[in-house]
C-alpha cells in the first residue's frame, strides 16, 4: 500500500485539539485534524465542503519525531484602554486592559508526516498539491509558516506507512555540539484499540467542527541514517 510523506519542519508549530477562546494548546505531534486541514488549503477545499474532505479523513496517519521540539507559550492580548471596552469570546466585557492569550505552541520541531492508502490516484492528487496550493499553508496556526517545503519530490513511496517512516532519511539537521538520536519516536494510528486516544478524527467539514476518537501507538525505531530511501 503507498505511502505519502509530508515534512513538518519550523521555528513554530501548534497541533492543539481542545483549544476554546483565549485558551490556546499544542499536542507534542501533529495533529489528524491538522494535517487534513493542511491537506484541504493544498487542494482548495472549502470548510463547508465535506464531500471533498471526506477522503483526506480515511488516510491511515503516521508521525516521525525527527526533532520533538520545545514547548513553548506565547503570551497574547486582545488589549485597549483602561477607560474602553471589549466585548470576550463568551460575551461579557472586559475593562481595564483586555483579555490575555495563552498560546502554546512547539519551537523547532521536525516532523515527518506519512499517509497511507490504497488509492495512489489520490496521494499523487495531494503530493501535486502540496507542491502549488491552492491556499498558503501552515504549521497548525496561519501565522506559523514553514521553514522548508512540506512537499517531498520524492513524498510517494510504494511501501506501508510504517516501512517508510522506518527507511526514509532523517529530515532535521545536527545542531553544533550535537550528536544525531539513536533511535526515533514513532507514532501510528491503531486499529485494535491499542495505544493512546486522540479525538482529533474529522467527522464533518471543518465549518461544524465535529471530531471524534482514534488511537495512536507509538514505538522507538533504529536512527535511519543506513538507509538512503525506501526500495520501490
Known sequence: MPTLLLRLVGPMQSWGTTSRFDQRDTGKEPSKSGVVGLLAAALGIDRENWVDLEPLTCLAMGVRHDRPGVPKRDYQTAGCASTDTIIKADGTQAKGGGVVSQRFY?????????????????????????????????????????????????????????????????????????????????????????GVLKMDQPLSSFAERRFGARFVRSEWIPFPQEVASVPE
Open 106 to 194: 512547539l519551537a523547532d520541531a521536525a516532523f515527518l508526516v506519512g499517509l497511507e492508502c490504497d488509492d495512489n490516484c489520490l496521494l499523487e492528487r495531494i503530493h501535486v498539491a502540496l507542491h502549488n496550493p491552492f491556499w498558503t499553508l501552515a504549521l497548525g496556526r496561519k501565522s506559523y509558516v514553514p521553514s522548508e517545503s512540506i512537499w517531498i519530490v520524492d513524498g510517494v513511496r510504494d511501501a506501508p506507512l510504517l516501512e517508510t517512516l522506518k527507511r526514509y532519511p532523517w529530515i532535521a539537521s545536527s545542531r553544533s555540539r550535537e550528536e544525531p538520536p539513536e533511535r526515533l519516536l514513532v507514532s501510528i494510528e491503531s486499529d485494535d484499540g491499542a
